[in-house]
């Protein structure tokens, strides 16, 4: 039996920067995976990931992540995601200085 579709983001890395990206609603990359568009809907979902796979020039690694609805906007669900949304552990530079 296949398993129940979760709520995911589109995400990737950015290829002139190399900084982890989230698909907003309005098809623009945004850093901050608060105004990433949740997806709901398995089959809008993979349209999405289809649309944002051609997007060469701009992203490269694009994929599906798994979130929940949070107050502030869609949460990780796991380790890996949450580790890609606060950047680097090496030391407090990029996103980091800004917490």
Known sequence: MPKAFTPKVVTANALLAGDVVYLTADDAWSPDLRQAELLTDEAHAQLRLV???????????????DMVPGDKGPEPTHFREEFRRTGPSNHRHGKQADL
């Open 51 to 65: 649309e944002a796979s051609t997007r060469h020039a701009e992203v490269v690694g694009v994929y599906l992540a």
